[in-house]
């Protein structure tokens, strides 16, 4: 790569002056990223297309994982880590007067995802990368990502995201690999002299789907795989046609060109309602279909017969965003290679495998049939083909059962149901934690567990510890090699060999150490863009998350509430001083959520301001909650918040991110937080609430009341009246009526109150425990060495071994 420091001088200065025509005295922070950034990938190319060639050469199975999103956060600083060139860079950039530190900040985040689906993505194929597998990703590039966030009077506004506008370094555009994508139009059956059928599509719009290939660089290993990242472009042809062919005025034509690069212009910012929108439909349909396109491109390079195709390409659906992968290919096959039906359905149904992110029944996706009919009429025959055999088969099975087959049917009641798509073509169905798949295969998707029990598996989250730990918390990193050598790199369940050292007190002190560094590093940067001034010896006590009902930053927000009007109440209330810290991006559209954000701010604004508190208690709402924010927060963590509604959380992955940097859960036995129980054991977390089943129980039983609750218990009633009545929150306005109306007269949908005062007892706990430094720092280290398991290296060994069945590649191949 580099020989030494000195050689990457030169070769940086070099490309500042070839490409930025710049001295390096006069070089802006900017100026320097994008020479770094163009520097490194140009750098990389050979090992980009070496991976390329060994993938070939060894005829290696590849893993295409679609998904609507990528949540990549930053590059820069992480290519440099699985580089293994940060050193020499670091240091060489201080020789020339620059920091890399100021050089990373200047990177836009690319924030190409809502949250934990797209974040879960990008660990995963930093880990298909460092460990080997021929695993890629296809995206969509969408001009505009999530958008940005800004707090005006205490309320959200967003503000578009134009993350492109300095351009990307990394991407490289293949116009060379562009495919079509056809919409709407008429699809005719014809048959030839000997009777075969066959399908002809005429009169569709077509747009150009362009991909733009990003490289994802294997930690230390010469593997470089790609995420390819699809944009749409009006082919030239069909412009200048309608330009010239019908005299049109240009606005015209030009609206035409707009309203096709529309598919690729935004990202939807909602994750968890489905809303039905055909531009969104158009999005699904594209990213599926250049991605099918090209992953059969790919295969037909290797001159194989169509029967070994599943044998040489796994499509990994992330979701049922893109479950007309399984109608697409059967597409392809039938009508452009002449595969017959049978042949075509095996060799689908033996390469898709799909994984379920949540429960949330609105955030299910259905298509009105009317609509996939008309945007996508011959994808829509095949859909409804693929229904009425499996209804066949169902009828063959069960004969008579017709609401088995009303229950389980693909298109039922004028909608297409994604997930019954996704399963019914598909030969892996898999939960993302141990209580999720069971609510899966006991509950949601009882009946076709019942009917398809082989298919349903689970795999556990997990995050990637290079960005999450060694990128972003480079201190604790060190202390942990000095500890225990540096074998948990490469194999981060070794990090249980921290165990054997908790009781060592000069180990314990210094990971205090490193933690409180830590926050004071977050404190100054609080201070900087918030202007609040917090203190590094309070709690740092953390809910960063998308905002959401279920989550419950309600929960958390009630009981700051609380603990302020018993501060000022008793003044002499010994309290452990806390700082109460969110991140959270609501939906455009979630007016509840909404009002959650608002009501936290208006809570920061009173107590912030009031002395008479006497900085025991801060709140901190930082805007725009985003990867490369969460790298700030999380290695100053102390008090990590997992609250949501016990059932209602798929996994979570932020409690896997805050526990490997020695944060301390504060949870509902939900999603993953059931595992990182197992894993800490009692004295190492703080469980609170109902759990699963007695929520579900309720649920079904209807007998749960939150005005009981509100009738009954004065430290919840005089909390919520002050959402009401007059107090230093309401101001004597109706602003969080709606608030106080969802909990006590729509009977809590999440639990909020049944679970208060159990959450408030969970607390006196953590500041209990937290007065004794050493043992918190025990239980912190406790916590960081059970990490290791969630790793995404684990997630996606298992994945590779018992779903995708593929090997890692060796490099000297
Ligand atoms: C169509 C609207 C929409 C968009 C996205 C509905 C639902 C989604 C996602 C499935 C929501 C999501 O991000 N789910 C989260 O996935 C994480 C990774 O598996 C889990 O850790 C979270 O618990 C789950 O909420």
């Not at 279909?289 to 992953?295: D, T």
């Amino acid at each position: 790569m580099f020989s030494d420091k000195e050689d990457f001088k030169q070769a940086f200065c070099e490309k500042l002056e070839t490409e930025l025509g710049k001295k390096v005295d006069i070089a802006t922070d900017l100026d320097a990223f994008r020479a770094l950034g163009s520097l490194l990938r140009d750098k990389l190319s050979k090992e980009w297309l070496q991976t390329n060639l060994r993938y070939e050469k060894a005829q290696e199975k590849q893993v295409y994982y679609f998904s609507m999103e990528f949540l990549m956060g930053r590059l820069l600083g992480n290519n440099l880590l699985n580089m293994q060139i940060l050193s020499i860079v670091k240091e060489g950039l201080f020789d020339l007067g620059l920091e890399l530190k100021s050089l990373e900040e200047k990177e836009e985040d690319p924030g190409l995802g809502n949250g934990g689906l797209g974040r879960l993505a990008a660990c995963f194929l930093d880990s298909l990368a460092s460990l080997g597998y021929a695993g890629h990703g296809f995206g969509m590039r969408y001009r505009y990502g999530m958008f940005d966030q800004h707090f005006i009077d205490g309320y959200q506004v967003e503000l578009p995201d134009h993350w492109l506008s300095k351009g990307f370094v990394w991407e490289v555009k293949r116009p060379e690999e562009a495919v079509e994508v056809r919409y709407g139009g008429q699809v005719q059956a014809v048959k030839d002299e000997e009777g075969n059928l066959s399908f002809k599509h005429t009169d569709y719009e077509k747009v150009n789907a362009v991909p733009y290939d990003v490289p994802v660089v294997g930690y230390n290993n010469e593997t470089v795989n790609t995420l390819r990242l699809w944009s749409a472009e009006a082919t030239e042809e069909d412009t200048l046609l309608r330009a010239f062919n019908h005299q049109q005025k240009p606005s015209n034509f030009l609206a035409h060109k707009r309203s096709l690069e529309a598919i690729s212009e935004f990202l939807y910012p909602d994750d968890s309602t489905e809303e039905g929108k055909r531009l969104r439909l158009k999005q699904e349909y594209f990213l599926v279909s250049a991605g099918v396109q090209s992953a059969v491109k790919n295969f037909e390079r290797l001159n194989l017969p169509w029967s070994s195709f599943s044998d040489q390409v796994a499509l990994h659906i992330n979701d049922t965003h893109p479950a007309l992968v399984i109608p697409e290919l059967m597409r392809i096959l039938m009508d452009d290679k002449q595969l017959g039906w049978e042949e075509a359905w095996e060799i689908t149904q033996s390469s898709v495998s799909y994984t379920n992110h949540t429960t949330l029944s609105e955030a299910l996706e259905t298509w009105p049939v009317n609509l996939v009919r008309s945007l996508l009429p011959r994808i829509f025959m095949i859909i409804d083909e693929i229904n009425e055999r499996f209804c066949k088969m169902l009828w063959k099975q069960d004969p008579g059962n017709f609401d088995r087959i009303a229950s389980l049917a693909i298109v039922a009641d004028g909608q297409v149901k994604m997930a019954h798509l996704s399963i019914v073509g598909s030969y892996s169905v898999n939960g993302v934690a141990k209580l999720h798949t069971e609510i899966l295969k006991k509950r949601e998707m009882k009946i076709y567990y019942d009917t398809f029990p082989e298919k349903f598996n689970n795999k556990t989250n997990g995050i990637t510890h290079r960005r999450w730990l060694m990128h972003a918390n480079p201190a604790l990193a060190d202390l942990i090699t000095e500890t225990i050598g540096e074998q948990w790199v490469d194999d981060p369940a070794r990090l249980s060999e921290l165990l054997k050292e908790k009781e060592d007190p000069a180990l314990l002190t210094e990971l205090g150490k490193i933690k409180q560094q830590n926050k004071m590093n977050l404190a100054h940067y609080v201070n900087e863009r918030a202007g609040i001034t917090i203190d590094p010896n309070s709690i740092f006590d953390v809910h960063i998350k998308r905002l959401h009902g279920y989550k419950r930053q309600l929960l958390n927000a009630l009981h700051i509430m609380y603990l302020y009007t018993k501060l000022k109440a008793e003044p002499a209330f010994d309290m452990v001083p806390r700082t109460f810290i969110f991140g959270a991006k609501a939906a455009p559209s979630y007016y509840f959520a909404k009002k959650v954000i608002k009501l936290i701010n208006t809570i920061a604004n009173v107590v912030n301001h009031d002395p008479d508190v006497k900085d025991k208690i801060k709140v901190v709402f930082l805007e725009n909650y985003s990867v490369s924010l969460a790298e700030k927060i999380i290695p100053a963590t102390n008090v990590s918040e997992q609250i949501s509604t016990a059932s209602k959380e798929a996994s979570g992955t932020g409690n896997m991110k805050l526990m490997m940097n020695g944060a301390v859960t504060i949870g509902t036995l939900d999603g993953a937080n059931v595992e990182i129980y197992e894993r800490v054991g009692n004295d190492n977390i703080y469980l609170f609430g109902l759990e699963s089943e007695e929520v579900l129980e309720y649920y079904r039983n209807g007998a749960y009341s939150s005005k009981e609750i509100y009738e009954s218990d004065e430290r919840v009633r005089n909390t919520l009246d002050q959402l009401v009545r007059y107090s230093p929150f309401s101001r004597g306005e109706t602003e969080f009526q709606d608030i106080f109306d969802s909990l006590v007269h729509y009977n809590d949908e999440y639990f909020v109150l049944k679970d208060f005062v159990s959450y408030m007892k969970a607390q006196q706990l953590v500041s209990q425990d937290f007065r004794l430094q050493k043992l918190w720092n025990k239980k912190s280290l406790v916590n960081i060495a059970q990490s290791g398991h969630f790793s995404s290296d684990r997630t996606i060994q298992e994945y590779a071994s018992d779903i995708w069945e593929i090997a890692p590649v060796h490099t000297l191949l």
